[in-house]
């Protein structure tokens, strides 16, 4: 299994470029921002919840899915409400 890593700023073209190599090669995604906290650990920059920060994410579980993935092994990956600032489901990949 290769797993390939894109990253860059936000609103750079991250998502359309996986989606588009998704469909083209038949590839399950993994996005970064669906391992976010519930918002309420989210901290306030002003008057808006600053979601730039590393710390606003849960690189622990997003770490063991990349190692299950490589061992073979189905993840759940989560699926983030970011309306309602949550998790608000889960896929299997």
Do not use: Q
Request: hydrophobic residues 30%.
């Amino acid at each position: 299994m290769k797993i390939i890593g894109i990253c860059g700023p936000s609103n750079s073209g991250k998502s359309t470029l996986c989606e588009e190599l998704e469909k083209k090669y038949n590839i399950a995604r993994i996005e970064l921002d669906h391992y976010l906290k519930n918002i309420e650990e989210i901290p306030m920059l002003g008057d808006y919840h600053n979601w730039e920060l590393p710390e606003n994410h849960k690189f622990e579980d997003l770490i063991k899915n990349i190692k299950d993935l490589k061992e073979g092994k189905t993840i759940i990956h989560p699926i983030y409400d970011f309306k309602k600032g949550k998790v608000k489901g889960y896929r299997e990949i």
